[in-house]
């Protein structure tokens, strides 16, 4: 009888406000679920305190333990972060922050002469505030994740004053991106008639294209040094091994990596007979700077930041950068890019249908407190960010197990290449670099981990690594 009640009451509530509490109630149904999954793990890294049997080959006591710290600490670091995220989003659509700052937005750009007919201005306007104050309220957050917790555990390379200005230049990078093509994309959809769905696909498929093309020659030198890799044997064998797969190289990069985190990495990008290869200095043994002596002379931040990782080995050997190469071209050989470039444009296509299905239904503005203007930005964000939100937590999923999938099978292809043997100890030395813990609860593991689990990807290296 209650049910039948509260059903009653639910189906008597005006569509706006069933649309409200939807988005509302589904947004805490994640945060939840998210928040279940994380005190699974959590318990995991308390629990564990001891190296597994089956990783005394792998893992020493030592690195083991500072392991399960840093990542109980990352744990509960992203318990209160979520918990102050999914509480200020929260606020924000009960006290009608959204419609609050449209306003405020229409009095600025109406202040500058430009008056409601240009909705693109105030659009523009709303956008630049609506970072700002996400930039503001995420920055004491980022702050100590950097200066705390990645400084507690030895990854922290930076200074406040290096901190900041990469904060505000990043800022100011964004919004010259953004601020363009989100102007572009409006006007597009003004005046795209009955198929602008299908021109504001294909803009954002031209702008992602673009933006891949030119993020790494231009955009990522603005924040990270790139040198090219020096003439010497790991070219001349990087060269060789993109020459016997037919990956058309043109250039090896090294980036210094180091100046901001100890974390390590590598990548590639470019289109068609433009490949270019990205190594960062902390994934390079011989290369990295934390396994250097402070030469003489040097200024004092230097010195400051090699004394934080004195004695510290870090990096793989020649064997085995390669043997990582030789998974990452593996992503290329088997189409995983593209495959992946092809899924993500089938999702935009699809909801910019929806959108153009949905943005004539006044009532989803009404829902966020918009009864009088249906402004083509607010009803992006309505549709994209909250109604499609269920949407998105399905292929996101369906997305990292994809991931996982793609993973063994650029391992497999490095173990074709004769690798086997360097990768199965490249995983592992990056493992203990980078201080992932190897012990996982299969439900937040196969929940959140695009990657498979450590002990997964050397069990299945480990045939091709003995024979």
């Known amino acids: 009888a209650a049910m039948a009640l509260s059903g009653d009451l639910w189906a008597e509530l005006p569509a706006e ?15 939840l679920w998210e928040a279940f999954l994380a005190h699974r793990q959590r318990r995991v890294y308390r629990t564990t305190t001891h190296v597994p049997q089956e990783l005394g080959q792998i893992m020493d006591s030592e690195t083991f333990e500072k392991s399960r710290l840093y990542q109980l600490d990352k744990s509960t670091f992203s318990f209160w972060s979520g918990l102050y995220s999914e509480l200020e989003g929260t606020m924000i659509l ?60 030895g990854f922290n390379q930076q200074t406040l004053g290096f901190f900041f200005k990469d904060a505000i230049k990043k800022f100011v990078v964004t919004q010259c991106i953004l601020l363009p093509v989100t102007s572009l994309l409006l006007y ?31 955009i990522a030198p603005l924040f990270d040094k790139f040198i090219p890799l020096p003439e010497g044997e790991l070219k001349q064998q990087i060269e060789i091994m993109a020459k016997s797969i037919d990956f058309p190289l043109t250039k090896v990069y090294v980036v ?22 990205v190594l960062f200095d902390t994934l390079l043994e011989e290369y990295s ?59 935009s296509f699809l909801c910019f249908f929806l959108f153009a ?19 083509t930005l607010i009803g992006l964000m309505i549709i994209f960010q909250f109604i499609f939100s269920p949407y998105n937590e399905v292929l996101s999923f369906c997305l990292t197990v994809l991931s996982r999938r793609f993973e ?23 493992n203990k ?11 937040f593991s196969m929940w959140h981990y695009s990657h498979p689990p450590l002990l997964e990807r050397l069990q299945a290296l480990k045939d091709a690594k003995q024979e």
């Open 408 to 430: 063994f099978q650029a391992d497999a292809f490095a173990k074709e290449l004769g690798k086997a043997k360097d990768l199965y100890s490249a995983l592992i030395k990056l």
């Open 289 to 347: 700077a934390l396994n250097k002596e402070p030469a003489e002379g040097e200024d004092g931040e230097n010195e400051e930041t090699k004394s934080k990782t004195k004695n510290k080995k870090q990096g793989c050997k020649n064997e085995e950068v390669l043997a990582v190469l030789g998974h990452e071209l593996g992503h290329w050989k088997l189409g995983h890019t593209v495959k992946n470039i092809i899924i993500s444009q089938m999702n």
């Open 94 to 153: 009960l006290c009608g922050g959204i419609p609050f700052l449209w306003k405020v937005s229409g009095q600025i750009s109406g202040h500058a002469g430009f008056g409601p007919e240009y909705e693109i201005v105030q659009s523009l306007v709303f956008l630049l505030l609506a970072t700002l104050f996400s930039a503001m309220t995420g920055l004491p957050w980022s702050l100590y994740n950097t200066f705390v917790i990645e400084e507690k555990h």
């Open 188 to 218: 597009i959809i003004k005046i795209g008639g009955d198929y602008f769905f299908i021109y504001a696909w294909l803009f954002t498929l031209v702008v992602s294209l673009v933006l891949v093309t030119i993020y790494a020659d231009y």
């Open 17 to 31: 406000r069933r649309i409200f509490c939807s988005v509302l109630l589904f947004s805490w149904a994640v945060y």
């Open 357 to 375: 299905v949905l943005i004539g239904q006044k009532e989803l503005f009404a829902a966020f407190g918009f009864y009088d203007t249906q402004p």
């Open 433 to 443: 670099d980078n201080l992932g813990f190897p012990v996982s609860d299969w439900i």
């Open 256 to 277: 210094e990596g180091s100046k901001r985190s100890s974390h390590s990495n590598a990548y590639f990008y470019g289109f068609f007979k433009n490949k270019r290869i």
